[in-house]
């Protein structure tokens, strides 16, 4: 009998410890006990030495020709047939899931390529906040990360745990007046995912390369982490210089969500979703001088032998 009282016991103290352990974890952006100072405590690696994301100082960068991207999937032409994408509210931030045969190679990357599994989204409730990395201490109103998996790798899981497991193309959300067309299908649903685990599908994908920027050589490299818990240090980050253009009104409409479930006692509005940079220790940031820094050399030379021919013609 008393065996069977202290089994009892300790199965209720069990288990009120995995509760107290459940209440404990998870995280959120806010000030209080799951926000971002808080995240290494129940997450080890958040606490690691190559975390994500960074202030990027662009006096400290190292020119390095890492090469162009190699995009397979992200044209009109080449879209892959069975392409699907799925906008979830996922109480953290706007998050679309990919379907379809998307790969990213070259750039330094190696020799394998990596597969797109999702993009989502990081803003603020104002434009002066709300992107992840910073250059030179600014932010810009948003951020957005394309997230791939690399290929020698079973699945996007298997990669989570090794060390070149992750590569994410980061790109800046900037303000501008006119609405950004290319990404308005997606913009229009979000009204009906203002609320956590809410989710659309797009009717028809949209197509990368129609709202990538113009300039896709001029980006910055480092080797960092996931930007939310667990923060694994898995990821090879690629952070574009020229930002996405958007306009005020679809910052609002990311504005609008919540991150709560829509009958949950109070809304929590789902804004300022970035966390804080992180110290780059003792890594190196790259910045890829590729055709950009030879177009301007180029462009350099064609203006002084302009000049040089003036003044030989004119004597
Ligand atoms: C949350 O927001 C929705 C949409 O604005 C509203 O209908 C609902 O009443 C709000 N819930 C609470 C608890 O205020």
Known sequence: METRASTCM?????????????AAAGWDYLDGAKGPSTWATNYETCGGMKQSP????????VDEDLGDFTFVGFGEDDEPVDA?????????????????????????????????????????SVNSQ????????????????VVC?????????????????LT?????????????SVLAPLFDLLS?????????????????????????????????????????????????TEPIMVSEAQLMLFRRQFANEQDAPANISLVDTFRPVEPVNDRTIY???????LVASYSLIAMVLVKVLASVLED
């Open 149 to 165: 998996f690399n290929t020698k790798y079973a699945d996007f899981v298997t990669a989570l745990n090794e060390p070149d497991g």
């Open 287 to 293: 910045m890829n001088s590729g055709t950009a820094a």
């Open 84 to 124: 699907e994408m799925t906008l979830e509210n996922n109480g953290h931030s706007i998050v679309v899931g990919v379907t379809g045969d998307y790969q990213v190679s070259g750039a330094g990357l190696g020799t394998t390529a990596y597969k797109v599994v999702q993009f989502h989204f990081h803003w603020g």
């Open 10 to 22: 300790c199965v209720v103290v069990c288990v009120a410890a995995l509760l107290s352990i459940a």
């Open 192 to 240: 009906m995912i203002r609320f956590e685990h809410e989710e659309e599908d797009l009717s028809t994908p949209v197509v990368f390369k129609n709202f990538f920027p113009a300039d896709l050589s001029s980006y910055y490299r480092y080797s960092g982490s996931l930007t939310t818990p667990p923060c694994y240090e898995i990821v090879t980050w690629n952070v574009f």
């Open 130 to 145: 709300g992107s992840e990395h910073t250059i030179d201490g600014k932010a810009y109103p948003g951020e957005l990360h």
């Open 168 to 180: 994410v193309l980061g790109f800046f959300l900037d303000v501008q007046a006119a609405d950004n």
């Open 54 to 61: 960074i202030d990027i100082v662009t006096s400290k960068v």
